[in-house]
């Protein structure tokens, strides 16, 4: 509901029978209330839907691959991340290929502060492009909600195919997702952008797609297929790694480019893997600065 609603729907107040010139003069202070906040409502609503439009909010989309701190630890990268990432961002969880055989206390205690300041938690589960059963991906979903259960807001479902052959596969685990765990958000990892929009149109494979995973220099050459611009921001991500410390801002503008909802930047380059530690802090406040 709007702001100009919420005063159309407010009940109308009535004053005292017994006092006519007091009536006269709260209407006249009321009626004067009401313009003055039927205006600042117009000018405010204006404001936001501008706002909106030029600049859609990018939340940190984090593959945290790295160790909780232990029992004995007071701080470590998972709180740094969760504190210093934009309210409503999201941490994915690789405890071991997935969600592990049974509850790590050091994950949980983790996943419990994110939480609490205003973070989503997602379970990693590969399907390796399709050749994973539907059943054994499912499974594995079940065995995160069961060792972590309220605290995952979700499922990052990774090496996920472009051929739209596959559609079958993907909405299929999709649905299953939706209708055992209904508030879950479905992040999917394509890791390029298909040729058209089959991922996204209904019924769709993920609420979220990253439709880029790569270097900063195969970032430059990106070109956007045309279904992207007709896709929300919310709905897309990209992950992107390798980039230099200099080359952050033109990063962060090439991401704004592409009207992208969720992002990640890291110096770490691929050999090894990029995504098994945080940046330091300093280049973490330059990314944030830059691009949310």
Known sequence: MSALDDLAAAPRWRPPHSAPTRRRHRRAITTLLLVTGLLLAVVTDRSSATTATEQPVLRALIPMYVLPPSSDEVYG?????????????????????????????????????????????????????TRRPVSDVFAEIDKWYALYGSRLGGIFVDEVATDPATAPYYRDLYTQIRQRYAHALVVGNAGSAAATNWQLAYPPVADVLVVFEGAESALRDFKSPPWLAEARPEQLAALVYDVPRDDVVLTCAKLREMRLGWAQVTAEALAGNPWDRLPPQAYATRVRNACR
């Open 77 to 129: 990268d998972w709180h740094r991340a969760c504190d210093t990432s934009p309210e409503g961002s999201a941490m994915i969880a690789n405890v071991h290929s997935g969600p592990g055989e049974a509850v790590d206390l050091n994950y949980l205690s983790a996943f419990e502060y994110c939480v609490l300041a205003g973070q989503r938690i997602l379970g990693y589960v590969p399907t390796e492009w």
